[in-house]
């Protein structure tokens, strides 16, 4: 369980999102949604996110709409991967257009715990995620999902820039 408070950061690299937005966009190709999910330590207040996990994953697309579906199977196999203080913080997936947390998104969590936070990417990432100002940012908290505003993530995620 994790509670989000007023000074709690998510921080993560920039190669973690362009690896993010990489495979997000190879599957909008395909007119597919994708998923993935970020794995990182809680290091105080922050959620410091250290790597990304690509599931096996089911896409369908057809003339009702996408999907994408990751089997227990697949979440449990990651859980396995987790080492020393690890964590799987994050929820990451794509929509065809708008960002928000839709009716299946909500009844089919892959988490849904206090602190869980699921971030919807829109138009299939073909834009840079950057700041994830353009995405819907979720957080479970008090028995629901709450969508950040974009003054909120702007203060909740810190991205990391490489220094050369």
Known sequence: MLKIEANTKLRVTAQ???ETE??????GQCREEGR???IGELIGPIIKITRLHIPEQISESSIWGV???VRKKERLAMMETLQGNERVFVKLHSHPQEA???ETDIRNPSFKHEGAISIVVPNFSRNPMGELLDCSVN???AGEWRELTREMV???VEVQYERV
């Open 16 to 18: 973690i999102i362009t």
């Open 36 to 38: 993935v999910y970020w």
């Open 154 to 156: 702007s203060r909740f």
């Open 22 to 27: 990489q495979f997000l966009r190879q599957k």
């Open 67 to 69: 999907s994408v579906e």
């Open 100 to 102: 928000y947390m839709s």
């Open 139 to 141: 957080i479970f908290t």
